[in-house]
């Protein structure tokens, strides 16, 4: 079966600082994978997907960059945080070509940005 | 551009009733899918529930079903015999031919015991 590792699950970090968050996904070969970012209490933040290794879409232009190295690695990173890139951030997959089935959601990581 | 709205921000239901949560979306691709997703306080998304434009037979799983009307471009989740459990931000979503998700702003419920 499929599933989808996301980590850390928290992490606080100070302004100016870089960032990496990685998303792994298992049982399953070109996926499409997803960034999104959820500010408290709001909707949810498409920031960048992929449909294959080195292909990445940006969403929203910022601070913010990803990176696929592997079929099943997804990696969001940053040079500089900033004050107002704290939020929780989510990776998914769905299977390559539509997403008809849905998303899988990871479990999240919660960045504080202090 | 494809569109959902969700025009509850937020909604209550006393313990073992009904409740109806509104979706509503704007496309003009002919071919898509919607699907409910629950995000409970631990912030893990859920699918719930999902539904193909073509099938005119609502969807159901368990407890949950949605009323789907294609020509008004509504979507509803209807949650029977509500439980303390299902108190959680509930997001709509749709995707048509490509592979983006486009999701509503979420309703917040509020289960009281």
């Known amino acids: 079966s499929q599933t989808i590792h996301q980590w850390p699950a928290t992490l606080v970090q100070p302004v100016g600082s870089p960032l990496s968050l990685e998303c792994t996904v298992e049982g399953t070969s070109n996926p499409n994978l997803y960034w999104y970012r959820q500010a408290a209490g709001r909707g949810l933040q498409l920031l960048f997907y992929s449909v294959g290794i080195g292909q990445i879409s940006s969403e929203v232009p910022q601070n913010l960059s990803a990176s696929r190295p592997q079929d099943r690695q997804f990696i969001l990173s940053s040079k500089k945080l900033l004050l107002s890139d704290s939020g929780f951030y989510l990776c998914?997959?769905?299977?390559?070509?539509?997403?008809?089935?849905?998303?899988?959601f990871g479990s999240g990581t919660r960045l504080t940005v202090v | 551009a494809q569109t959902v709205t969700q025009s509850q921000p937020e909604m209550s239901v006393q313990e073992a009733e009904t409740v109806t949560l509104s979706c509503t979306y704007d496309t003009s691709e002919s071919d898509y899918y919607l699907f409910w997703y629950k995000q409970p306080p631990s912030r893990q998304m859920i699918l719930v529930i999902r539904q193909e434009a073509y099938k005119q037979q609502n969807a159901t799983e368990n407890r949950f079903s949605v009323n789907f009307q294609k020509a008004a471009k509504s979507f509803s989740l209807k949650i029977s015999d509500s439980q303390l459990g299902d108190a959680a931000m509930y997001f709509c979503a749709y995707t048509g031919t490509g592979n983006q998700f486009y999701f509503g702003t979420g309703t917040s419920l509020t289960v009281i015991p």
């Open positions: 998914a997959w769905s299977p390559g070509g539509a997403a008809n089935y849905g998303y899988t």
